[in-house]
C-alpha cells in the first residue's frame, strides 16, 4: 500500500484547528481535520500520533484515515474537507405540456371501478395515451404536489 505523508502549512493547522475548536460543522469535517492534524508531520507539529492510536481514539477504522490522507496529498485541504461537489445531471421528463395534460386528466372521471386517481392509474394512463414514453408514479406526484391539487377531498356547497 502507498503511504501518504501529510504536511500542513501554518495556515492550514490554524483552519483545521478552528475547524475543530469552534463553530458548527458536519461531524465528518471534523473527523476529517482532526486525522489532518494528528497526521500532520510538518514542523510546527509537536507529537504525531500513529494511525492506530488515531483510529482508536476517534474510534474510526484505519481504511478511513487511509482515504483522508489520501485525498489530502492528492486533491488538497477543500476537497478533504468538504468533499467533491455532486456531478449529476438529470434531464427532465416533465415540461409544462405534460404537466397541463396531467392535470387535466387527474382533474377527469377516474376509470370504472375506480372512485379516484391513484398515482399509479394516472401513470398507466399518461404512458396509454402516449403523453410521454414512460413515466413513475414518483414523478406523478411531485408534479401533482407542486400543483397543491388534493384529489381526496371534495368540497360541498
Request: charged share 35%; with cysteine; hydrophobic share 35%.
Amino acid at each position: 500500500m502507498k503511504k501518504y505523508t501529510v504536511t500542513l502549512t501554518r495556515e492550514e493547522r490554524d483552519l483545521l484547528k478552528g475547524v475543530t475548536s469552534k463553530g458548527t460543522y458536519k461531524s465528518q469535517k471534523v473527523i476529517n481535520a482532526l486525522i489532518l492534524l494528528g497526521c500532520d508531520e510538518g514542523e510546527s507539529q509537536e507529537k504525531r500520533s500513529k494511525n492506530e492510536e488515531l483510529s482508536r481514539v476517534l474510534k474510526i477504522g484505519m481504511r478511513k484515515i487511509d482515504r483522508v490522507k489520501k485525498r489530502f496529498v492528492e486533491e488538497g485541504i477543500d476537497i478533504t474537507l468538504n468533499g467533491h461537489k455532486g456531478s449529476r445531471i438529470y434531464a427532465r421528463k416533465a415540461d409544462g405540456d405534460f404537466e397541463a395534460q396531467l392535470i387535466a386528466l387527474s382533474c377527469s372521471e377516474p376509470p370504472e371501478g375506480f372512485a379516484r386517481w391513484s398515482l399509479r392509474l394516472l401513470a398507466d394512463k399518461i404512458v396509454e395515451l402516449e403523453y410521454i414514453d414512460n413515466v413513475s408514479h414518483e414523478t406523478i406526484r411531485q408534479v401533482l404536489k407542486k400543483t397543491n391539487l388534493n384529489l381526496g377531498v371534495t368540497k360541498d356547497g
